[in-house]
């Protein structure tokens, strides 16, 4: 009986202190939801003369040659909006594949996501294929998501073509 008594004893000590310490691990507090947000690939392609390469009023542009994106095996054209269903977030990231716009500068871009910030990404590669008969550019991206005193923390790691670089990536043909 007080073998029984001291594993029980024992055992109790184990658990509370578990939970104490389940209680230290950090996440976000009891109660309190956090949206995390998605983050997306951008990317600006110009010349050397700085002209943007994505505007359609560009004369050189590249906007209409039927762009592509190669991640995971499978290949996105350009405005060819991909939604995979059967997601449900409260901040719902909608995978979009690859697609252009405007942004408030004047200037166009490339969007290639959106992911889940609150996610882990090993490095991914993603080709794009200018379909115009330059060579393909290679972008590697890596995302990491972690929690520090309670608040939730992220940062996306981008190369172009082996080389660290700073989002939107920008690219000159």
């Given at each position: 009986m007080k073998k029984f008594l001291g594993v029980l004893f024992l055992a109790s000590g184990l658990l509370s202190f578990t939970?104490?310490?389940?209680?230290?691990?950090?996440?976000?507090?009891?109660?309190?939801?956090?949206?995390?947000?998605?983050?997306?690939?951008?990317?600006?392609?110009?010349?050397?003369?700085?002209?943007?390469?994505?505007?359609?009023?560009?004369?050189?542009?590249?906007?209409?040659?039927?762009?592509?994106?190669?991640?995971?095996?499978?290949?996105?054209?350009?405005?060819?909006?991909?939604?995979?269903?059967?997601?449900?977030?409260?901040?719902?990231?909608v995978f979009r594949g690859l697609y252009a716009n405007q942004w408030p500068d004047g200037r166009y871009r490339l969007s290639f996501g959106e992911f889940a910030g609150d996610r882990n990404y090993d490095p991914q590669e993603l080709v794009i294929d200018w379909n115009d008969g330059t060579p393909n550019d290679t972008i590697v991206f890596s995302h990491s998501f972690w929690w520090e005193n309670h608040e939730p923390n992220q940062k996306t790691i981008v190369y172009l073509n082996g080389k660290e670089t700073d989002s939107p990536v920008h690219i000159v043909k």
């Open positions: 939970a104490c310490s389940g209680e230290e691990s950090d996440g976000p507090e009891p109660d309190v939801i956090w949206d995390i947000a998605p983050f997306v690939i951008h990317i600006t392609v110009s010349d050397k003369d700085g002209n943007d390469l994505l505007n359609p009023e560009t004369s050189q542009s590249i906007a209409d040659n039927g762009i592509k994106a190669i991640w995971t095996g499978r290949t996105f054209e350009k405005d060819s909006i991909f939604v995979p269903d059967g997601q449900s977030r409260a901040v719902l990231a």
